[in-house]
């Protein structure tokens, strides 16, 4: 399986972004999930999905402004960012967990995708 991240780009502090990872090859068991590295910052979590799409969960510090889902028919995951602030930019990364219930360490993610720079001006 091959993960891509796609849809970041330079928005306004407080504008939406949805962002896509596009996985080749069926990964509707995987679960997924999508961390942010910032500059100058080690790689942290943001939120994952479980592989039917029946639970997310987030970092607090995220909680009830992004939100994640799921088609498998289309092989796609979402990440939708609304409220966006300049501490936001990041380049952000979707990976998948063959476990399908996915978790907020890295390690528990076999695969990953390249990841998508998100630039949030003020």
């Known amino acids: 399986v091959q993960l891509q991240a796609s849809g970041g780009g330079l928005v306004q502090a407080g504008d939406s972004l949805r962002l896509s990872c596009e996985a080749s090859?069926?990964?509707?068991?995987?679960?997924v999930g999508w961390f942010r590295q910032a500059p100058g910052k080690e790689r942290e979590f943001v939120g994952a999905?479980?592989?039917?799409?029946?639970?997310?969960y987030f970092a607090d510090s995220l909680k009830g402004r992004f939100t994640i889902s799921r088609d498998n028919a289309k092989n796609t995951v979402y990440l939708q960012m609304n409220s966006l602030k300049p501490e936001d930019t990041a380049v952000y990364y979707c990976?998948?967990?063959?476990?399908?219930?996915?978790?907020?360490?890295?390690?528990?993610?076999?695969?990953w995708g390249q990841g998508t720079l998100v630039t949030v001006s003020s």
């Open positions: 999905i479980t592989w039917t799409g029946a639970r997310t």
């Open positions: 990976a998948g967990d063959l476990r399908g219930y996915g978790s907020s360490r890295s390690r528990e993610y076999e695969y």
């Open positions: 090859g069926t990964f509707s068991m995987y679960a």
